[in-house]
């Protein structure tokens, strides 16, 4: 199948796409695959439920970034520059020291990022350039949360893993096995996932050659909706609303009458439960405090039964959001971070759909179907007045 041809049915200038681009598939790509009516993802080849919590973090973000798995020096020489790419630019840091304390954490790293990207960078430093966002992104984060907090600054240490030296530098503390597992598994699961809005947009910048900095930016304004990576603090705030399971049946219901969404709920591809969110409640279930973990449940089950009820054709399941909200806390990232702490997983998936769409590139130039009027003229009031 070659570029812009749906799955269903070709896309042409006589019949327009379907809106928001729903089954059509817009480049082949090595890097991952999802079935959405099985319920499985896959990371060149290899299922995500075999790769989380068996091999560390690294060892997947390799197998994104190169196509297979490292071997042990491969592996160590790769943690070893992720450790080494950690520390931030003077420039930035006067920026985290500066930036407003309400802001919202994601927009500091997109700020972040644009600061990073000044300096000149060209197509054959892509991956010192891929290897210091990715390394980079806890470090501005946790930089960021302490300065608002007004606490010291934690310097990064190259000799922890990349989920552990974000723990380490937000919370002061050396994370414990447990918490380590749990963020390394996020990190693994939220990595890449198939063409989602923010992995488009970061290849549709990228296909213009511009340089990877400005393709990150892009990337993290689409996370930044609730429609993508936004869910996961309105997750927790909804389960903080509910309280109590008891109160999660109504709270629901009054919802649903508002025609409002249940965040953590649907999504574009999954037909059955998102394979992540499989994981994630366990490691929730693992990590959690057990009264969150139970009304997170309890919502869950109530949920699916009302959202059947309103969808019976359209099975709305929990997605990725739901329980990483649970997991996250667990390990001690703030709420606002929730959506920051995905682009430092997502970054890895991006910089390698990046890599992918230069080593073959075409700039993304779809067409669109005008539907205004025609053969209006400028009134005869403004021609006499020019
Ligand atoms: N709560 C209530 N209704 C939902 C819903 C939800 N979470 N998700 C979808 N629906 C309903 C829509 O209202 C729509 O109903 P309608 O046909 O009567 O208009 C129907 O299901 C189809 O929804 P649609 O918007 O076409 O699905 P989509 O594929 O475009 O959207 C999501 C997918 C993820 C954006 C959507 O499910 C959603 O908004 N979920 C909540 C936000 C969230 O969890 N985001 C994280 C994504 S990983």
Request: glycine share 6%; net charge negative; charged share 25%.
């Amino acid at each position: 199948m070659t570029s812009c041809q749906s799955s269903e049915n070709l896309a042409s200038p006589w019949s327009p796409a379907p809106k928001g681009l729903e089954g059509v598939v817009v480049a082949n790509t090595m890097i991952s695959k999802i079935d959405g009516k099985g319920g499985k993802l896959v990371y060149r080849g290899y299922d995500i439920q075999d790769l989380a919590g068996n091999i560390p973090f690294e060892g997947v973000a390799f197998l994104l970034w190169v196509g297979h798995l490292p071997n042990p020096l491969e592996f160590d020489t790769f943690k070893k520059n992720l450790g080494e790419h950690r520390n931030i630019a003077a420039d930035v840091k006067i920026f985290l020291e500066s930036a407003p304390h309400e802001a919202v954490p994601l927009s500091v790293l997109r700020t972040a990022v644009s600061i990073m990207g000044l300096r000149p960078s060209d197509k054959d430093s892509i991956l010192e350039d891929g290897l210091n966002l990715v390394s980079q992104f806890p470090t501005i984060l946790s930089h960021y949360q302490r300065t608002r907090n007004e606490e010291e600054i934690i310097a990064p240490r190259n000799d922890l893993g990349h989920a552990a030296n974000y723990i380490y530098m937000l919370t002061g503390e050396v994370p414990n096995k447990k918490h380590e597992h749990a963020l390394d598994s996020y990190f693994t699961l939220l990595a890449d996932h198939g063409m989602n809005a923010s992995t488009f947009s970061a290849r549709v910048t990228i296909s213009t050659l511009t340089d990877i900095y400005s393709a990150i930016v892009s990337a993290i304004g689409t996370l930044k909706g609730p429609l993508h990576g936004g869910a996961p603090s309105k997750v927790w705030e909804m389960l903080q609303e509910i309280e109590k399971p008891e109160n999660a049946s109504a709270w629901l219901k009054e919802r649903l009458a508002n025609n409002e969404r249940i965040m953590g709920f649907g999504h574009r591809i999954y037909k059955t439960e998102d394979p992540r969110s499989k994981i994630l409640k366990e490691l929730a279930k693992e990590n959690a405090d057990p009264d969150i973990f139970a009304l997170a449940t309890t919502v869950e089950t109530e949920a699916r039964k009302l959202l059947q009820a309103e969808h019976p054709a359209r099975p709305l399941d929990t997605n990725v959001e739901f329980y990483s909200s649970l997991v996250l806390s667990a390990v001690g990232i703030p709420t606002d971070m929730f959506t920051s702490t995905f682009a430092c997983a997502r970054a890895f998936g991006w910089i390698a759909h990046i890599m992918e769409q230069l080593a073959d590139n075409r700039v993304f130039r779809p067409n669109s179907e005008y539907v205004g009027p025609l053969d209006l003229r400028v009134p005869e009031a403004w021609r006499a007045k020019n």
